[in-house]
């Protein structure tokens, strides 16, 4: 173990993909982290026992074990046991995560140069989105981050862990609380961690309309068809929508149910007619061949053996349709897309959006609201064609309306004109 003032050479450092995660078949324990020895690490067992006693899905179990076999696979790298962390290996793994390459992309562990040349990608020409870069992305460090503090704390209090959480929250500053808080944003409960990176808000990419015309006419199936179209209508996550029954379609009332990925609650979804139609040609294509009871699964693989769609192979086949565009888009632009529309909408109120979506806080479906950056380039250079056209306006000439100040503009800054003189 290295002292505080003792810098270890992450240069040198290799980290071999020691471990692993194991998928197991068991409903109380669905996951298992091994060591190099294959032996169970009953550390993380119980903080993912305690994740589940929580209401966490599955979905987030994996998430936080693959967090946690990050993190023990740099401790085992370094020689230090994980009830023995300090500070210094926390501060160590978060300069380490932030520049190392991914393990399988170019260059090798512990490569800074082949990770920021990774992460310099040239944007796609078709949807303007970075490639994924070499190293791990900053939501991906921010999120370790999180989970590895949330780790330490359990045991601190459970008394299995070390006295002092590795990973500390950010230092405090000197002053009267929350002196520079915008009073238009919510407060934030806590403080951030010390080790955690700032993450620029951007707004969502989604599929432009002329764009979604021509991937959609890629897709090769009913059944796929039939997915996009409920995916860009009801909005909702790829996972959620993947785990429909086919109890969970009602086209009467042209609403399909799914389960909401955090609340775990069961709610119904109102969908577009044309989403209806392509899944009634994918249940015909498939009628007698697969099971269709209240309780079985609404998608299906197209070929034999059926199994029911997985994630990983509905992601497949979107990517598949993307490529033949050029395109990078991602099953959750889909999402993004629907959002999208729902917010543009005059007539549609902004609390509907977010039910829609199932959003907790207001201030996430707000972010909908920005125009992406092609729609404001656009704009702006009309606003630049305008400018022009008026300064080439010959002397005594009416500016066309666009550009004409409107009568109540004129009322509200100079008051109504009177018309009692003489």
Request: include cysteine; aromatic fraction near 8%.
């Amino acid at each position: 173990m290295t002292g505080q003032d003792e810098p270890r050479d992450l240069a040198a450092l290799v980290v071999p993909q020691a471990g692993c995660l194991e998928r197991a078949e068991d409903p109380w324990e669905p996951y298992r982290l091994l060591d190099p020895a294959g032996a169970l690490v009953g550390a993380v067992a119980a903080f993912l026992r305690d994740l589940q006693a929580s209401g966490r899905p599955e979905t987030t179990l994996r998430a936080y074990a693959i967090a946690l076999l990050r993190w023990h696979r740099f401790l085992w790298a370094a020689g230090v046991p994980w009830d023995q962390a300090t500070r210094a290996e926390a501060r160590d793994f978060s300069r380490w995560i932030q520049i190392t390459v991914k393990p399988g992309r170019a260059g090798g562990p512990g490569d800074a140069a082949g990770a920021v040349a990774a992460r310099a990608g040239v944007p796609n020409p078709v949807t303007g989105k970075a490639p994924p870069g070499g190293g791990y992305a900053p939501a991906t460090v921010a999120h370790s981050e999180s989970v590895l503090r949330g780790f330490y704390d359990f045991h601190l209090e459970a008394g299995t862990g070390p006295i002092v959480n590795p990973f500390p929250l950010a230092r405090g500053r000197r002053g009267r609380a929350h002196a520079h808080h915008n009073p238009m944003e919510p407060h934030r409960g806590e403080r951030s961690g010390r080790y955690r990176p700032r993450l620029a808000r951007r707004a969502p990419h989604h599929i432009p309309e002329e764009k979604f015309n021509e991937l959609f006419a890629a897709l090769g199936s009913h059944r796929d068809r039939a997915l996009v179209a409920f995916w860009v209508s009801t909005g909702a996550r790829a996972s959620e929508l993947l785990g429909a029954t086919c109890r969970d379609a009602d086209p009467g009332q042209q609403l399909i149910a799914v389960i909401r990925k955090g609340t775990r609650h069961l709610q119904q979804l109102p969908a577009s007619p044309d989403a209806f139609v392509w899944l009634r040609l994918y249940q015909a294509q498939l009628h007698g061949l697969v099971p269709a009871g209240p309780d079985d699964p609404l998608w299906w693989t197209l070929r034999r053996p059926f199994r029911q769609l997985s994630y990983h192979a509905a992601y497949r086949m979107f990517t598949r349709a993307s490529d033949t565009l050029g395109a990078n888009w991602s099953l959750h632009d889909l999402r993004h897309l629907a959002a999208y529309r729902m917010s543009r909408d005059p007539a549609m109120p902004l609390a509907d959006v977010q039910w829609v979506l199932g959003h907790a806080q207001l201030s996430t479906t707000q972010l909908y609201l920005s125009a992406p950056a092609g729609e404001v380039i656009t704009s702006v250079l009309a606003h630049h064609a305008r400018m022009a056209a008026a300064k080439e306006r010959p002397p005594g000439e009416e500016p066309p309306p666009g550009l004409r100040y409107r009568p109540e503009s004129l009322e509200a800054l100079f008051g109504r004109p009177r018309h009692d003189h003489p």
